[in-house]
């Protein structure tokens, strides 16, 4: 890809003010699909099903075959819109989507356009610093998802270039909302920010509503980031571009940064800025076009002939309205009092996007301070060196568990580390790593002894410094038995054993 132009950030800022929008599609978990009775794979029973095996004739948009809404699907729906500030139309309407894709069997997707279910809300996001911007809401909307091509050859992995492409009809009509935000000013220099605290806003909410497993690394959660700049003091939007699919929090941040740089090194030359879709490049941190972005009208959308308007009633409106939990941001107060973190303890884990994962982990019988201590430090180092999303390298219930090894005297913090690595490897559960690797602590004073006395055979004073009230010189030997035990030998016991050692032969 051909090295492109960037103004400095800072630069940038000075000459032109950016303006926000962004486009979450939420895979519901719901057991079954938008509009068929097939399984869903975004329901946590069906995640490693084989290519094509969650259809129906729906999905494959097969002659005669007729969509039936998922009643579980309208309430999720409701839910989220509920939760995101938004009124409930009394009544609104699918309608096709019309445009060609070997995925979409159909050849249109079911959406919703001009009488969406949710519209008109606004969701309180908390910046790092504790600062709230309130982010409007247009819409949230329900459709189905699209299946899946992956392109064989080439060394892009996308369609040009490719030697063939396969298609997989199972994610073909899961169930999706997709909210909407209307315009977004005034972010300025916090904008890359701003992006990400949405996303990561968005994720709260639908997994506090328990509508969605929220995993950006599978498709669960998927941004479509807007960015348009516009000179200083102007009052006409820029032409904005969208960068599709971003699959993780991070990668927002940089993707709209890095589009800040683009379009405002372009329209400094005197270019104009291709109003297209862009694709994210992870490992160079670039976006490159991908498609001119069509208009409402090129969709071609008419009202869904086979279905009927959804109605909800006020009744189930109201029923759903009392069973939301708490907003993200009185949830965090809450949580950050009662788990007795500092202000800067509590920045580390919102920061890092791992409230969800700290709770969860806390749940599963970890302490808070074990819970933060495992997900801020080492995950996020591993995660940070193999350009991954934290939360995909271990489950809460893992890392509880591995606590639990420690506290019980199982393994060292060293050794844990160790079994860590092999449960993010995909080796099992900490117990299962633990086996396989032989990592557990040697219980068994006989081999902690025969090392001891080794040890002291090769420094033979030590036992005599001891005597004498250097209770200090036993750490030589300490760190000889815990090397020769290959980190294997709790160091407390090994102390103890070497002082009776010394009391013996005084």
Not at 32 to 48: I, L, V
Not at 267 to 294: N, V
Not at 307 to 334: D, F, G, M, Y
Request: aromatic letters at 6%; one cysteine or more.
């Amino acid at each position: 890809m051909a090295k492109v132009a960037l103004m400095d950030f800072d630069k940038a800022l000075e000459l032109y003010e950016p303006v926000l929008g962004f486009e979450v599609h939420v895979e519901l978990n719901t057991r079954t699909k938008m509009f068929s009775a097939a399984p869903n794979p975004a329901h946590e029973e069906n995640h490693d099903a084989a290519p094509n095996t969650l259809v129906a004739p729906v999905d494959m948009g097969l002659p005669g075959a007729l969509p039936v809404v998922n009643e579980e699907a309208v309430r999720f729906s409701i839910s989220l819109g509920l939760a995101l500030g938004c009124s409930i139309a009394p009544s609104s309407r699918f309608a096709r989507k019309n445009y060609f894709y070997p995925d979409l069997g159909k050849n249109y997707q079911i959406s919703q356009y001009d009488e969406p279910i949710a519209f008109e809300g606004e969701v309180e996001v908390e910046l790092t610093d504790g600062t709230i911007v309130t982010v409007p809401i247009e819409r949230a909307h329900m459709e189905e998802d699209a299946g899946k091509l992956t392109h064989v050859g080439g060394s892009t992995g996308r369609i040009h270039g490719a030697e063939y492409s396969l298609v997989d009809y199972n994610r073909a009509g899961v169930p999706l909302v997709e909210i909407v935000t209307k315009p977004i000013f005034g972010a300025e220099e916090r904008a890359p920010e701003l992006a990400a605290a949405y996303v990561r806003t968005i994720r709260d909410i639908v997994l506090s509503l328990g509508i969605s497993e929220a995993r950006m690394e599978r498709g669960n959660l998927r941004c479509d980031a807007n960015v348009s700049l516009r000179p200083r003091g102007a009052e006409k939007l820029g032409t904005r571009t969208e960068t599709k699919n971003v699959n993780s929090m991070r990668s927002v941040e940089r993707a709209v940064r890095y589009e800040i740089q683009r379009q405002a090194a372009i329209l400094a030359a005197g270019g104009t800025i291709t109003q297209e879709t862009r694709h994210w490049h992870e490992d160079t941190g670039a976006t490159s076009p991908g498609r001119p972005k069509s208009d409402a009208d090129d969709y071609r959308y008419f009202p869904e002939p086979d279905l009927l308007p959804v109605a909800p009633s006020t009744e189930l409106i109201e029923h759903l309205r009392t069973q939301l939990p708490e907003p993200p941001a009185a949830h965090r107060r809450r949580l950050k009092a009662q788990w007795g973190f500092t202000d800067l303890e509590f920045q580390d884990v919102a920061n890092g996007g791992l409230l969800a994962e700290v709770e969860a982990t806390i749940a599963a019988g970890a302490s808070p301070a074990a819970a933060r201590k495992w997900w801020t430090g080492e995950l996020t180092r591993i995660a940070n060196a193999e350009g991954r999303e934290v939360s995909s390298l271990a489950t809460p219930a893992d890392v509880a568990a591995l606590q639990k090894l420690i506290d019980e005297g199982t393994l060292t913090d060293k050794l844990a580390r160790q079994v860590l690595e092999g449960v993010v490897a995909g080796e099992g559960t900490p117990q299962e790593v633990v086996d396989a690797r032989g990592l557990a602590v040697v219980s068994d004073d006989g081999p902690l002894i025969a090392a001891i006395d080794e040890a002291l055979a090769a420094q033979p004073d030590v036992l005599e410094k001891i005597r004498d009230g250097k209770v200090q010189a036993a750490g030589a030997i300490i760190g000889a038995v815990m090397k020769a035990m290959k980190g294997q030998a709790d160091a407390a016991r090994v102390r103890e054993l070497i002082l009776e050692r010394a009391a013996a032969s005084a």
